[in-house]
């Protein structure tokens, strides 16, 4: 075939030592292991407790991961991408840095940010520059330390979220393997629902911003549920009828991992097995945008040449989507 896709050839991923579990939860905030996991599905999340250590650091090594395991040279990577929501400063791209670490000294790089739909939105980026035809092999990196932005006085949030790394490699492919199609959506509805009101332009940090406490995300977890749940649903099927495909057609759905119920909300409207419902919440909890690359990561293995995956994300702001991928490639 002539015309270009733009296919996954490698994975990579990284995450810190250090396991933050619902039991030690319980020693610092009013919650359980049994209503976390009831309601959430997360049994522990991984902290990077490093202070001097920032989302580059998790970029870098998930990238350095994926390069070593793949016998990649990063010289011939062309472009980086880190999709996150938790950048290292302002201003200086987190991206530019972590392509300085893992020396990929012809790529240019910056960053994305879509909340914990960046990830999904830096498919759609890299997979359209790569067939543009300009461009051979771009890394997309999706990280985040969240737990740098956690109240953890704040039952409601510290409950949720883990840091964590992910990385694919997108390269042409000309068997008709790789990006297929799109769906992606936004709406400003959300803006309020979840957030952080003071780092910005609009409320510059300040002694009062600190004091109040406005620098850690504020989640209004009941909004953001029943949105997310119907937004992953509808944009998942929406795919599915886009492309003819039946739930027989879908090997493996790869959900954004928030939460289990959302999960599998999503699997049940598109009538899928739960086998082919990729699941690794219990582990990490919600790492935003790192979460479909570790799924990948973590599962690599059960892919073959061919497969029809289904991603689906939502997160703040609002911001949502899918894309049907085609997989490249056998584990070796």
């Known amino acids: 075939?002539?015309?270009?896709?733009?296919?996954?050839?490698?994975?990579?991923?990284?995450?810190?030592?250090?396991?933050?579990?619902?039991?030690?939860?319980?020693?610092?905030?009013?919650?359980?292991?049994?209503?976390?996991?009831?309601r959430t599905g997360i049994k522990e999340r991984r902290i990077l407790k490093d202070t001097d250590k920032g989302t580059s650091y998790l970029a870098t090594q998930a990238a350095n991961d994926l390069i070593s395991k793949n016998n990649i040279n990063p010289v011939e990577i062309d472009m980086v991408i880190v999709a996150t929501t938790t950048p290292d400063m302002p201003v200086a791209a987190t991206a530019v840095q972590v392509?300085?670490?893992?020396?990929?000294?012809?790529a240019f790089a910056y960053d994305l940010q879509a909340a914990c739909s960046s990830f999904l939105y830096g498919m759609s980026t890299a997979s359209a520059y790569i067939q543009s035809g300009k461009y051979k092999k771009i890394l997309l990196i999706g990280a985040d330390k969240m737990s740098s932005i956690i109240d953890y006085t704040d039952r409601a949030t510290c409950?949720?979220?883990?840091?964590?790394?992910?990385?694919?490699?997108?390269?042409?492919?000309?068997?008709?393997?790789?990006?297929?199609d799109e769906f992606l959506r936004s709406d400003a509805v959300g803006r309020q629902f979840l957030k952080i009101d003071a780092g910005g332009s609009l409320l510059p940090a300040s002694m009062e911003t600190v004091e109040k406490r406005q620098h850690y995300v504020f989640q209004d977890g009941k909004t953001v549920f029943k949105y997310a749940v119907t937004g992953m649903a509808d944009v998942s099927m929406k795919i599915l009828?886009?492309?003819?495909l039946t739930n027989q057609d879908v090997d493996w759905l790869i959900a954004h991992q928030a939460n289990r119920r959302i999960i599998d909300a999503t699997a049940s409207r598109m009538a899928l097995d739960e086998t082919k419902v990729l699941v690794n919440i219990e582990k990490y909890g919600n790492t935003t945008s790192a979460t479909l690359p570790l799924l990948l990561s973590d599962f690599e293995h059960k892919f073959k040449k061919g497969d029809n995956l289904v991603f689906a994300a939502f997160g703040g702001g609002f911001t949502w989507g899918a894309i049907y991928l085609k997989w490249a490639y056998d584990k070796k």
């Open 1 to 38: 075939m002539n015309t270009i896709t733009a296919a996954i050839t490698a994975v990579g991923s990284y995450v810190p030592d250090f396991v933050l579990s619902n039991k030690l939860l319980e020693t610092m905030v009013d919650t359980n292991d049994e209503w976390i996991t009831t």
């Open 99 to 106: 392509a300085t670490n893992i020396g990929a000294t012809n």
């Open 159 to 180: 409950i949720i979220f883990g840091d964590g790394g992910g990385a694919v490699l997108f390269e042409p492919n000309h068997e008709g393997l790789g990006m297929q």
């Open 241 to 244: 009828e886009r492309n003819n």
